[in-house]
């Protein structure tokens, strides 16, 4: 095999992540990053360029990992980029994954490239084992659990209440509920009964606590569905002790393979970094998307799509004789 | 998708199994049990057929499920049985994948035909998270513990022990091991740091007991090892107690992603039935083996170079939407 070049579209936390993540893997070369800010302005480990000078790559990059948000960026970046480039990234929007999936596909067939999609652990690692967990038990009952880790998005809702200067929001499961999952005794747990919501603030000077606690317990779909924990810390404490970006979780699922055989299937993840780790899983499906490419395949792929073959650094000669 | 109508070849526990699994997935329809002994003398639910019969069966199976051990039966069977089949087996011995990968290659690719080999939980899904783990943290450490479970062989070198009636031997993870395999320091662990053996034997009327506890804890490559604990029990107490065929272990990876971030994989089953997941999973890679023939590939194929759509029975479009 020879290297696959990498560009990086986007630096954030997952461009950053991906630079790491081709330092660990000797068969990955970030050519560069493109970026719609001012590239000078940009310190990246790697060359950096203007999004509109992509073109001027064509052939000289294998595939685009497209670091942008779900929200907004992706929904854009990713039908236009594949017309020149294969391309991989994490779309994490669950619910719009298959309309998404078909505009992706559209846009790769045409062009006659490979796109693989929603890579990362949730969608991604969590979507694999919860299908092969399904496959292997197909009667049981499947559970995710997500944590203990920091959600960006319920600290960035406590961030705009009004007194707030500072948030960080963990998502915890509820141990009982996990130990009841990994029973088999096929419970329905509420929102409530399978995570909870733990929160530290810092406030603005003089700003009313009372008040702006009960503004988070009360906020619809985010916190009131949950039990959750509201502590005032300074912000000091906050970035000494909460400026790690930590997640993982759990998805188990027990089946019976007949009449009371109960057997049980468990993933769990338990990161330090949430997007250095998502990064990791980009970069494992960047090779696979070059391999893919290499074979003639063009189109959409998930995770689903692809052998653990493709993704490996080693032969399947190895692989075979090494892992198996 | 039509039925995958399956032969099962060897009527032992995972042939029967194998007709368990079946009753579970309505896509999956057993047509018969191919046995070398007299099809009377064999009580399954399918109709049973003299092993010779099998080449009456050609157009009217799809995948013929081979459910005989590694040490004699699959080495003969596999390349013969390829000949006119499509095949999936659970070929254990590790050490041998590479050469009997090879001659079932040369056999599947000769008559056209698909053959998916050392399908199981060790290997197999053991080795789907091992790869899946080492791809996206390749600068780790990665740990595979047993247990608890009943391992046959154990248990077998115990009953050839001199006035021992029988016994049952658990393969027992060490907690510690456990406990610092998770904990990314990376230790590397002898063969008695892992795991603990646990007898349970009965001895004849009138046995020396202290002679085969002696013998048991000092064999060769099987006790000397381990810590291994020995139970003398009755036989009533071995049948009520230690009927069962439970198993499990863990797959656990933990690296760096940068320096002092440290993140951790880790995979477990727990299992009631060693022999009745281990079918479960032969039977969702008999529906991969049919739809493997059915898109004209032909040859060796393992776990690793089979994507997770092919073993589920939902459609790609249903595993986008409802599993991603």
């Known amino acids: 095999m020879g290297k696959t070049r990498i560009g990086i579209v986007g630096y954030g936390n997952l461009g950053r992540g991906l630079e790491l993540a081709a330092e660990r893997n000797s068969d990955l070369e970030v050519v560069g990053v493109f970026t719609r800010r001012d590239p000078a302005a ?39 980029i594949n017309k020149l480039f294969n391309t991989v990234d994490s779309y994490d929007n669950h619910g719009e994954i298959p309309a998404y999936f078909a505009g ?6 045409a062009s006659g ?46 961030r705009r209440i009004d007194g707030v200067v500072d948030a960080r929001q963990y998502t915890v499961p509820v141990e009982e509920a996990l130990t ?4 088999g005794e096929g419970r329905e747990f509420t929102a409530r009964e399978k995570h909870k919501r733990v929160c530290f603030v810092v406030a603005k000077e003089g700003a009313d606590k009372v008040r ?64 250095e780790f998502t990064s990791s899983v980009l970069a494992a499906y960047a090779r696979a998307c070059h391999r893919l490419a290499q074979e003639g395949k063009s189109g959409a792929f998930t995770v689903l799509d692809i052998p653990f073959s493709l993704i490996s650094a080693k032969s399947p000669e190895e692989l075979r004789k090494e892992m198996l």
């Open 42 to 80: 940009v310190k990246a480990k790697s060359p950096v360029y203007k999004m509109d000078d992509m073109k001027d790559f064509a052939g000289l990059i294998d595939v685009m990992v497209l670091c942008g948000g779900s929200a907004t960026d992706l929904p854009k970046q990713t039908s236009e």
């Open 104 to 109: 992706v596909d559209a846009s790769a067939k």
């Open 113 to 158: 490239k490979a796109s693989i999609i929603s890579v990362g652990w949730d969608p991604g690692l969590f979507s694999l084992n919860r299908v092969l967990a399904n496959a292997v038990l197909p009667s049981g009952k499947d559970y995710t659990f997500w944590g203990e880790g920091v959600s960006q998005g319920h600290s960035d809702a406590i």
């Open 180 to 183: 009841s999952a990994r029973s």
């Open 212 to 275: 702006i606690e009960k503004e988070i317990v009360t906020m619809p779909n985010y916190f009131e569905p949950y039990d959750t924990t509201v502590t005032f810390i300074s912000l000091e404490e906050l970035k000494e002790k909460h400026g790690g970006i930590p997640h993982g979780g759990f998805v188990i699922r027990t089946g019976e393979t007949s009449e009371g055989v109960v057997q049980r299937f468990e993933f769990s993840l338990k990161l330090d970094s949430n997007p």
